[in-house]
């Protein structure tokens, strides 16, 4: 099998994986996620460090760009221009940036083959300091995006003290009648998830909100997967994105018919809310660059009883077809 290595002036990445979070003695904790950004970085890094280079610090937000660079490499079959990496640049606060497009059968294959090719290019380069990457399964491997930057490192500067200005007598507040906010759009419910289901979607779009991205939307036969998984669980008393009964998370969309060009799973146990699982999901990097991935425009929703009596499991299935 051919495999490509592209590289244009500037650097970037984005991230498939699994993540997963675990209780432990009654109260949920999240384990490091150990998705595929995770080994890319540790590779990266552990290269870097052999050759007496200094880390990289992973980077949540080149990785929100690295995301929608990859549904935009997807989409087009073309490399995002030099123009959008230095506009992401711009609004970063980055001075230099460099993107690789890259693929490969694992991660290994895929830092193996930027070191061969392209070495102090791109991730042996001295003058980077950040990486953030995305990372999708697809029929002929993995793919990644990933952009290398540099962000300089600033020092705050103390002030010069001056002197307490004297207060200056100001006039009675006159009383001001209060605005009344306009309502929001109606959203329409589905009417096939329960309360918890649809506080998950809609906490996961406002998270996707305030980095600009599109809403996914809620499907009735991801949600039905995402159950099956949680009380798959539940039933043979497991805790893993791989089922004894059903395989892969990526088996089991099959199983339901469904096919896919990307797909993702996050799974957590022990949370009694939406809100607070939403809020360890985003605690931990794999499971925010799941739901932070620009890739997916599709969720399903799946909340069922905790096996060791302390909150729930709860899955989120994402995926792009």
Known sequence: ??????????????????????????????????????????????ARQKAGITTLTY???????????????????????SSMLLNIAKSGGYSTIGQTIVRSNDVAGMVQKQLKYYGSR?????????????????????????????K??????????????EPVPQPEPQPQPTPQPEPPAPQEPASFMNDFQKQVVDLVNAERAKYGLKPVVAKEDLTKVAQVKAQDMYQSRYFSHYSPNYGSPFDLMRKFGISYTAAGENIAMGQKTAAQVMQDWMNSSGHRANILNANYNEIGVGVYQSYNGYGYIWVQEFARR
């Open 59 to 81: 980077d949540q937000d080149l990785s929100v760009q690295a995301s929608k660079n990859l549904e935009y490499y997807q989409r087009t079959g073309q490399s995002p221009s």
């Open 1 to 46: 099998m051919q495999y490509r290595l592209k590289k244009v002036s500037v650097f970037l990445a984005t991230l498939f994986l699994f993540a997963i979070m675990l209780p432990f003695m009654a109260s949920p904790v999240a384990l490091a996620a150990t998705g595929d950004d995770q080994e890319m970085v540790r590779l990266v890094n552990e």
């Open 122 to 150: 791109s991730i042996l380069n001295t003058k980077y300091n950040r990486i953030g990457l995305a990372i999708v399964d697809t029929n002929y491997g993995k793919l990644c995006v990933q952009l290398l930057a540099y």
């Open 152 to 165: 300089p490192i600033t020092e705050p500067v103390e002030q010069p003290k001056q002197p307490a200005p």
